[in-house]
């Protein structure tokens, strides 16, 4: 699946609720996720630009997608199939 261009940090923040990340902080245009699903903490910072910056999205799919150990395609195809 081709990475969407046109997500928002807010739209993904959404999505990624799906996997209990909830918002535990924001500090001026950054918010701060946390999620325990894996019997661990896991923290992603996303920035609430609209749209996101390819690298940026692409880079915080890549962290998520190593902690809860499945591929990027299947998480993308989860979050925004």
């Known amino acids: ?10 739209e993904l ?3 990624l609720s799906k996997f209990g990340y909830t918002i ?3 500090s ?8 325990n699903v894996k019997g661990m903490e896991h923290h992603i910072t996303i920035p609430v630009h609209d749209p996101l910056r ?14 809860l150990e499945m591929t990027r395609e ?8």
Not at 28 to 35: A, F, P, Y
């Open 1 to 10: 699946m081709k990475l969407p261009r046109d997500v928002s940090g807010h």
């Open 54 to 67: 390819v690298g940026t999205f692409s880079q915080i799919l890549s962290d998520v997608s190593n902690h």
């Open 28 to 35: 001026g245009s950054h918010m701060r996720l946390t999620s």
């Open 24 to 26: 535990t902080r924001q």
């Open 13 to 15: 923040a959404r999505a």
């Open 74 to 81: 299947e998480l993308l195809r989860t979050l925004f199939g």
